[in-house]
């Protein structure tokens, strides 16, 4: 009887909204989301949704568009040349970054993860390319690779040669584009491998090594699965930043010789934005749009997963 007196009454639904309207945790959500929501509606949606309209327009982005064209712009973009070798750029840019810019990064943050003075250094020195900005990149490199002076134009004079210009080669401009990608950005996935070799027990690699294994093997069968989760993300970055690379480019090839050299991102700017084809431009954009949502939602859906 008396358990049954020191039970307390369950609160009723009423009073149990209010107790979480007065946590901190609710007044927070309340005063801070909806300026958020705000901001992402007005530039996120706001300008996905008028893409979405300006694609089936002849539009040049002034006044009213009124010239609907259906699907022409989709059917034009996909006819295009130009637009086909972009595709292939930016197929290529993925490839490299897999391929080359991921492991080299991996590589490098197995032999300075340590923490040491030294290896500090060297990870600023490996670091610094991705804290410049792309157009500065980009510029940088068109004067390295520029035939009248740097360094290209150096060695061929040593070499006794005639003036290469390496952007004004159609065999050779992108790979020059790759190459500067490649340089600017694998420092960020480097210090994402090094954060996570860093939370590797280092336990776990001296048992291994008790137990005999090499260097080699303990990278292989230890420090590699314990860091997983880390190049997982690392290669989700690494394919949506591809498809987005546009900064680099223009300053270094500007798309160039004879558009070779332009990705998806420089040919939405150069045959819409600039020739003021905004419609045309708007139907790019969705088009990539899907695209970058599609590869998130199936990479995120493959390998990102939380096991049941």
Same mark, same amino acid.
């Given at each position: 009887?008396?358990?049954v007196?020191?039970?307390?009454?369950?609160p009723?639904?009423?009073?149990?909204?209010?107790?979480?309207l007065?946590?901190?945790?609710?007044?927070?959500?309340?005063?801070l989301?909806?300026?958020?929501?705000?901001?992402f509606?007005?530039?996120v949606?706001?300008? @996905?949704?008028?893409?979405?309209?300006y694609?089936?327009?002849?539009?040049?982005?002034?006044?009213?568009?009124?010239?609907?064209v259906?699907?022409?712009?989709?059917?034009?973009?996909?006819?295009?040349?130009?637009?086909?070798?972009?595709?292939m750029?930016?197929?290529?840019v993925?490839?490299?970054?897999?391929?080359?810019q991921?492991p080299?990064?991996?590589l490098l943050?197995?032999?300075?993860?340590?923490?040491?003075p030294?290896?500090?250094?060297?990870? @600023?020195?490996?670091?610094l390319?991705?804290?410049?900005?792309?157009i500065?990149?980009?510029?940088?490199?068109?004067?390295?690779?520029d035939?009248?002076?740097?360094?290209?134009a150096?060695?061929?004079?040593?070499?006794? @040669?005639?003036?290469?210009?390496?952007t004004s080669?159609?065999?050779?401009?992108?790979?020059?584009?790759?190459?500067?990608?490649?340089?600017?950005?694998?420092?960020?996935?480097?210090?994402?491998?090094i954060?996570?070799?860093?939370?590797?027990?280092?336990?776990?690699i001296?048992?291994?090594?008790?137990?005999?294994?090499s260097?080699?093997?303990?990278?292989?069968?230890?420090?590699?699965p314990?860091?997983?989760?880390?190049?997982?993300?690392?290669?989700?970055?690494?394919v949506?930043?591809?498809l987005?690379?546009?900064d680099?480019?223009?300053?270094l090839?500007?798309?160039?010789?004879?558009?070779?050299?332009?990705t998806?991102?420089?040919? @939405?700017?150069?045959?819409g934005l600039?020739?003021?084809?905004?419609g045309?431009?708007?139907?790019?954009?969705?088009?990539?749009?899907?695209a970058a949502?599609?590869?998130?939602?199936f990479?995120?859906?493959?390998?990102?997963?939380?096991?049941?």
């Amino acid at each position: 009887m008396a358990a049954v007196e020191m039970t307390a009454e369950q609160p009723s639904a009423t009073e149990k909204l209010r107790r979480r309207l007065t946590s901190g945790r609710m007044t927070a959500t309340l005063v801070l989301l909806p300026p958020a929501l705000i901001l992402f509606t007005l530039f996120v949606i706001y300008p @996905l949704a008028g893409s979405g309209v300006y694609a089936f327009y002849d539009w040049n982005g002034y006044n009213t568009p009124t010239d609907f064209v259906g699907f022409a712009n989709f059917e034009r973009m996909a006819g295009h040349s130009v637009f086909q070798q972009s595709v292939m750029n930016s197929l290529k840019v993925i490839a490299v970054s897999l391929l080359v810019q991921l492991p080299l990064a991996l590589l490098l943050a197995l032999l300075i993860y340590r923490r040491t003075p030294e290896n500090t250094v060297f990870r @600023l020195i490996f670091f610094l390319p991705y804290i410049l900005a792309e157009i500065a990149a980009g510029l940088i490199w068109s004067f390295i690779v520029d035939g009248n002076y740097g360094v290209v134009a150096d060695l061929t004079r040593a070499l006794g @040669l005639e003036p290469y210009f390496i952007t004004s080669d159609r065999s050779w401009a992108f790979t020059a584009v790759m190459v500067v990608i490649v340089w600017k950005y694998f420092g960020f996935h480097m210090m994402i491998y090094i954060a996570a070799l860093q939370g590797v027990p280092k336990d776990m690699i001296e048992a291994a090594r008790i137990e005999g294994a090499s260097r080699f093997e303990v990278v292989r069968h230890v420090q590699i699965p314990m860091i997983k989760p880390a190049i997982i993300v690392s290669v989700f970055f690494s394919v949506i930043g591809a498809l987005q690379v546009f900064d680099v480019v223009i300053p270094l090839t500007n798309g160039g010789p004879a558009n070779s050299s332009h990705t998806i991102v420089t040919y @939405l700017y150069t045959f819409g934005l600039a020739r003021l084809k905004i419609g045309y431009g708007s139907a790019i954009g969705v088009t990539l749009f899907i695209a970058a949502v599609l590869v998130a939602v199936f990479y995120q859906r493959l390998f990102m997963r939380k096991p049941a």
